[in-house]
């Protein structure tokens, strides 16, 4: 069975108590797991996503977390393997790292940190951070951006070998060309889909880029570049996380959703966020998902789960409603929504 996970969003300004409160009614409904998307120097409102992981892990039981995604060029290896590792035993297990790259370049900047280079930076931090998290003893590394030597790094994580890393990325959308930086015909992006077969155990493509056919496609090609490194990937023990950010609003009055989730989208542009892309419409959140009756609502979020027959690696899909009432959408979601959801 696919998982039904649920996200919260950058620059909407919603309160650290409405997150809180949001997180624990996750885990009171039954759904599976809790995302925050990570940013460090964004003219936008919001929270460190690590440390509110770590108030949630001691406020909840069950439910996972997971980072949707988490811009690893920005940090340092020993910093952030032991703010995960930190988190990997508050939780008992229960973190998940998302990944990518990073795409706002003055955020770089702003960090010191060079935004050409933020590849190869990811490279060596995925490097890293796995010798951290599993060698014994004194640890060392020698790389371009990054050394170790004789590091001693304990406890090691909860999780073994290690918390799940997941990828995001590595399909590209040729609609998404109203991004200033990157002028692509859509397609699969070989060194993104090389470096998740080579580091990661699992990927995290987000609904705006992929669908059915790119996830069957794209599995194959992790498949076939894990040979290249000595792995062998299977369904059973790999991990595909969709993600949809912003595209479903519930209510019976279509019109009342379709202005709720413009309220939502006027939100969170500002110089530096969603400006950087060239402010891309707000059409394109509609044109991806669902503002209207439950019923829509099901129907679109049915076909997503159904893509598991295909792409027997889906694990789960987590949704981030287009509301600063997210509360109130988690629960029209479980009344409304999940009775008639085809699984």
Not at 284 to 303: D, I, Q, Y
Request: glycine share 8%; hydrophobic share 40%.
């Amino acid at each position: 069975m696919v998982e039904i996970g649920f996200c919260l969003s950058v620059g909407s300004g919603i309160t650290i108590d409405q997150r809180h409160e949001f997180a624990e009614e996750v885990e009171r409904l039954g759904y599976e797991s809790f995302w925050l998307p990570h940013f460090l120097a964004r003219d936008v409102h919001g929270f460190d996503t690590l440390d509110s992981f770590c108030a949630l892990a001691a406020k909840t039981q069950r439910i996972l977390f997971g980072t949707g995604v988490f811009q690893l060029p920005l940090s340092r290896p020993v910093d952030l393997a032991r703010r995960i590792v930190t988190i990997d035993h508050i939780s008992k297990g229960r973190f998940i790292l998302g990944a990518g790259v990073g795409w706002i370049p003055s955020e770089f900047e702003m960090m010191g940190v060079s935004y050409k280079e933020r590849a190869g930076r990811a490279d060596e931090m995925l490097e890293c951070l796995k010798k951290l998290w599993t060698e014994d003893g004194e640890v060392s590394y020698q790389g371009k951006y990054f050394q170790l030597k004789d590091y001693y790094f304990e406890p090691k994580p909860v999780k073994k070998p290690h918390p799940p890393i997941l990828w995001g990325g590595g399909y590209w959308k040729a609609e998404k060309q109203w991004h200033p930086d990157v002028k692509q015909p859509s397609g699969f992006i070989d060194p993104v889909i090389r470096r998740i077969a080579r580091f990661c155990d699992g990927w995290l493509p987000d609904l705006d880029s992929v669908g059915e056919a790119e996830l069957v496609e794209g599995m194959e090609r992790i498949k076939a570049a894990s040979k290249e490194f000595g792995r062998t990937i299977t369904d059973d023990k790999w991990d595909i996380t969709l993600n949809s950010y912003g595209s479903i609003n519930i209510n019976n009055d279509s019109k009342k959703a379709l202005e709720e989730a413009q309220r939502f989208y006027a939100s969170r542009i500002r110089k530096g966020y969603y400006q950087v892309q060239g402010a891309p419409p707000f059409d394109l959140l509609k044109e991806r998902g669902t503002f209207g009756p439950p019923e829509a609502v099901a129907e679109l979020v049915s076909t997503w789960l159904s893509w598991k027959k295909k792409v027997p690696a889906l694990r789960r899909v987590f949704i981030m409603f287009a509301s600063l009432n997210p509360i109130e959408q988690l629960r029209r979601f479980h009344v409304q929504v999940a009775p008639l959801l085809k699984r």
